[in-house]
């Protein structure tokens, strides 16, 4: 799946970056900037992080619900802040409970970030003591931890020797409990909406409402842009569906009280 939109954020950021380093990147090098996710791909658990009180996990007991999952530098002063900001408001107008529904994983770039970076920026854009905040993690990892991180989930990214800018996709994996890439969804206007979905089918329906499945069944994913969009044909259906169900149950109740009556 070759997400399109993700070059678009891309150089979106290096319009950001100062003149002086945009001589050091070339028009090329944004061919290797992207996501390409393959069939089945999924993040590697047994991956060791250190979050950012310093303490070392395997990603195996931190996914342990629906997860969204953010790659970041939190060094970076132009995209990466801005992009987890997108994703924590949008999980919060979700309506999902960030206590026991899902949660936030944020993963550093840069192999030179520290815990003490991680959680400046978590601080700096998710409320302290909010149930979201208590739902996140921020953590960083050495540079092949990253490589395979990255790599694994299609993720393709460069940097600038010199001045140290990472330039990347801004986007948001939401990831099942064994750590498949459910979805990809742009880090940049997401909608709760759209979030909450993504969230309701990475687990399979356990959380969200009936009224998410409905939506789900009538809706389709536009990977080009990472949202849900309804589809007529699929609204439809599932209105013929109801239809039937409906005059089938009213023919089976008028035969039964006929044959009350006759009896």
């Given at each position: 799946?070759?997400?399109?939109?993700?070059?678009?954020?891309?150089?979106?950021?290096?319009?950001?970056?100062?003149?002086?380093?945009?001589?050091?990147?070339?028009?090329?090098?944004?061919?290797?900037?992207?996501?390409?996710?393959?069939?089945?791909?999924?993040?590697?658990?047994?991956?060791?992080?250190?979050?950012?009180?310093?303490?070392?996990?395997?990603?195996?007991?931190?996914?342990?619900?629906?997860?969204?999952?953010?790659?970041?530098?939190?060094?970076?002063?132009?995209?990466?802040?801005?992009?987890?900001?997108?994703?924590?408001?949008?999980?919060?107008?979700?309506?999902?409970?960030?206590?026991?529904?899902?949660?936030?994983?944020?993963?550093?770039?840069?192999?030179?970030?520290?815990?003490?970076?991680?959680?400046d920026m978590r601080r700096s854009r998710i409320e302290?003591?909010?149930?979201?905040?208590?739902?996140?993690?921020?953590?960083?990892?050495?540079?092949?931890?990253?490589?395979?991180?990255?790599?694994?989930?299609?993720?393709?990214?460069?940097?600038?020797?010199?001045?140290?800018?990472?330039?990347?996709?801004?986007?948001?994996?939401?990831?099942?409990?064994?750590?498949?890439?459910?979805?990809?969804?742009?880090?940049?206007?997401?909608?709760?909406?759209?979030?909450?979905?993504?969230?309701?089918?990475?687990?399979?329906?356990?959380?969200?409402?009936?009224?998410?499945?409905?939506?789900?069944?009538?809706?389709?994913?536009?990977?080009?842009?990472?949202?849900?969009?309804?589809?007529?044909?699929?609204?439809?259906?599932?209105?013929?569906?109801?239809?039937?169900?409906?005059?089938?149950?009213?023919?089976?109740?008028?035969?039964?009280?006929?044959?009350?009556?006759?009896?």
């Open positions: 799946m070759h997400m399109g939109f993700l070059h678009f954020l891309a150089l979106a950021a290096l319009a950001s970056i100062p003149t002086g380093s945009l001589a050091r990147v070339t028009p090329g090098d944004y061919d290797n900037v992207g996501i390409d996710v393959s069939p089945n791909a999924r993040l590697p658990l047994e991956a060791t992080i250190t979050d950012s009180s310093g303490t070392q996990h395997r990603l195996r007991d931190i996914i342990s619900r629906p997860t969204v999952l953010v790659f970041a530098d939190y060094k970076c002063r132009i995209l990466c802040g801005p992009v987890v900001s997108f994703v924590a408001s949008a999980l919060e107008q979700s309506g999902l409970r960030a206590s026991d529904q899902f949660k936030l994983l944020v993963i550093g770039l840069d192999p030179n970030n520290v815990p003490a970076d991680a959680s302290a003591g909010s149930s979201l905040f208590d739902a996140s993690q921020f953590v960083t990892a050495d540079q092949p931890t990253i490589r395979a991180l990255t790599e694994a989930l299609g993720y393709r990214y460069l940097r600038d020797a010199e001045d140290r800018n990472y330039i990347h996709p801004a986007a948001a994996y939401v990831l099942t409990t064994n750590g498949k890439i459910s979805r990809v969804l742009t880090g940049l206007g997401l909608s709760g909406a759209d979030i909450r979905l993504a969230l309701v089918e990475a687990s399979a329906g356990k959380i969200g409402t009936v009224q998410d499945r409905i939506r789900l069944l009538c809706s389709a994913f536009d990977p080009a842009h990472g949202t849900y969009n309804l589809v007529v044909w699929r609204l439809l259906k599932f209105s013929a569906a109801i239809t039937v169900i409906f005059v089938g149950g009213g023919i089976g109740l008028l035969f039964l009280a006929g044959r009350g009556r006759a009896a």
